[in-house]
């Protein structure tokens, strides 16, 4: 997809985050949006610090976020382009749930100091079952990626 198909509206803020996702420190792995299409595509960011608590136990000697937070903050992208994209359907009394995740591949480590982008693209949504497929990169090197699926419930 290329810029000029991209949704012109205000992209989330942190406070909007947080208004859609139930997600709090230190599981909240998701920092800003930088891009959304509707029912399309999210592009999120997570800056990664040594200051996660992860980090002290994973590993100490060489920290690395470990590949189940990776792909945690790739299904928080998930959610939020559910949420944005049926904000005005689901209204503020709904929770997203991660079913699956299939094919998920981790092709470099993510250190203190990468910046996370986490790209979202809905491939279908069928009878309440969202599915995405979902990439974590760093600069320009893949570090994750899967097909994610989701469903939206009320809370």
Not at 42 to 57: C, D, H, M, R, S
Not at 84 to 105: F, M, P, T, W
């Amino acid at each position: 997809m290329n810029a000029s198909t991209e949704t012109s509206i205000a992209l989330p803020d942190i406070n909007d985050i947080m208004r859609n996702l139930p997600h709090r420190y230190p599981m909240l792995l998701i920092d800003r949006v930088v891009a959304f299409s509707k029912r399309e595509r999210l592009v999120g960011i997570k800056n990664v610090t040594i200051n996660e608590p992860y980090f002290a136990g994973h590993f100490p000697q060489k920290p690395v976020m470990p590949g189940v937070l990776i792909l945690e903050s790739m299904a928080q992208a998930c959610g939020m382009l559910a949420f944005k994209s049926e904000q005005e359907e689901l209204g503020g009394n709904h929770i997203i749930y991660l079913v699956a995740i299939d094919k998920a591949r981790f092709k470099r480590p993510v250190e203190p100091g990468d910046q996370l982008r986490l790209e979202a693209s809905l491939k279908r949504v069928m009878r309440g079952l969202w599915m995405f497929q979902a990439q974590a990169w760093v600069g320009d090197a893949l570090a994750a990626e899967a097909e994610i699926r989701c469903t939206v419930k009320e809370a």
